[in-house]
């Protein structure tokens, strides 16, 4: 009789777990929960949902205009992210767009999206990308890529693209496996922190002089997302 409580307790335990472990929902449990950005409730996982009563067509519509060239900035690019921010009707739907314009010998820095997997198609011009996995290989898997062709990025990774026509801009369109995939630019990050990171923290950790440090954080670090 021991034995066998023994047994059903262990069951129990093992469900439960299993239950913790699967205590997630894949997708939506309803059609569509479009942004209210003026709701006063709590945004977890996205915004509260607007009343399916006052949701019109315009709520998964934007004029982005995405077929348009965009003014790069001092890397050489510039990435315009259609999220749920700008287009309310992507709430919840784990999905958003972005396109990136390269000027000649421009790049989209390294940078991880900690939220999402990308995937990148080459519409005009050339790119070199590449990704490196986590500790400890750090192994770089890159491509060149021409227009039509299609790479991704496994999400969390540090990545980059990178144009190396001197002549020739060129663009990309990425969608993103979230409603707001986040951005993380290594560099602004590390040497354009706000307060700064401690400059023998950074002179250890790459092992460097404190005064390249100092000049790093000195840089103005420009944001290239829109």
Known sequence: ?????????????LALASWQGMASDPSPLQDFCVADMHSPAVRVNGFPCLNPMDVNADHFFKAAMLDTPRKTNKVGSNVTLISAVQLPGLNTLGISIARIDYAPLGQNPPHTHPRATEILTVLEGTLYVGFVTSNRD???????????????????????????????????IAALSSQNPGAITIANAVFGSKP?????????????????????QAQFWENNHN
């Open 1 to 13: 009789m021991a034995s066998s409580s023994s047994f059903m307790l262990m069951a129990t335990l």
């Open 196 to 216: 700064p990171i401690s400059d023998d923290v950074l002179a250890k950790a790459f092992q460097v002089e404190k005064g390249t440090i100092d000049w790093l």
């Open 138 to 172: 750090n192994k770089l898997f890159s491509k060149v890529l021409n227009k039509g062709d299609v790479f991704v990025f496994p999400v969390g990774l540090i990545h980059f693209q990178f144009n190396p026509n001197p002549y020739k801009p060129a663009v990309a």
